[in-house]
């Protein structure tokens, strides 16, 4: 490995299927996605996919110190707590995870970005506004840059979707990008190409 390659930062993206690119060519999630941009625009940075397929935030707290130690990331993209929600689990227990996370993170040094995620309606009005309420609230307590929703513009639109009416199909990875991108860039360390 090269004195450039180890010393460029790395950025960590922590999530569940939406991110790991569940049923697409890897390179086309927009984890792959967002990968390309960054070596367009000129930022230095190497990502870490440790998104797992089924990941829950009590899953995501277990592995995160491991993945802190071994990886070292500058930032977290932080995108954990559908699962949980679609196991109908307690909003208190996801944020308690969530929380968790965040402040392994920042004992690691790492700034995190807060991903945003809503549920279906069918899971009742009270739990899922309880459930979408858990990420400003962890973005104010622990002032963080908050992704407000990671599907917004697709998430009520089957089109957008596979078969399970769960994962976002290859056209709707662009559209997430969008969502994250300018939330992350300010994160960033200044080199990148303007207006990209």
Same mark, same amino acid.
């Given at each position: 490995m090269s004195a450039s390659a180890a010393a460029a930062p790395t950025l960590l993206i922590f999530g569940d299927s939406l991110s790991s690119g569940y049923g #697409?060519?890897? %390179?086309?999630?927009?984890?792959?996605l967002l990968r390309e941009r960054l070596q367009?625009?000129?930022?230095?940075?190497? /990502?870490?996919?440790?998104?797992?397929t089924g990941e829950t935030t009590l899953g995501g707290k277990s592995r995160?110190?491991?993945l802190l130690r071994r990886h070292r990331p500058q930032i977290v993209i932080l995108e954990l707590g559908g699962?949980?929600?679609?196991?109908? #689990?307690?909003? %208190?227990?996801t944020q308690q995870n969530l929380e968790a996370i965040i402040k392994a993170c920042r004992r690691a040094g790492?700034? /995190?970005?807060?991903v945003g995620m809503q549920l279906p309606p069918n899971y009742g009005t009270a739990y899922?506004?309880?459930?979408r309420e858990i990420f400003p609230r962890l973005a104010k307590?622990?002032?963080?840059?908050?992704?407000p929703?990671?599907?917004?513009?697709?998430g009520h639109d089957l089109q957008w979707f596979q078969p399970d009416g769960i994962h976002p199909v290859l056209e709707a990875q662009p559209r997430i990008l969008e969502n994250v991108w300018p939330h992350l860039r300010p994160l960033l360390a200044p080199g990148g190409k303007k207006g990209s």
């Open positions: #697409l060519a890897l %390179e086309k999630s927009w984890v792959g367009r625009s000129g930022y230095p940075h190497e /990502v870490v996919n440790a998104s797992l995160i110190d491991n699962n949980d929600g679609l196991r109908g #689990l307690p909003p %208190e227990t790492a700034r /995190v970005l807060l899922t506004e309880k459930f307590r622990y002032r963080l840059p908050l992704v929703f990671l599907l917004e513009g697709i």
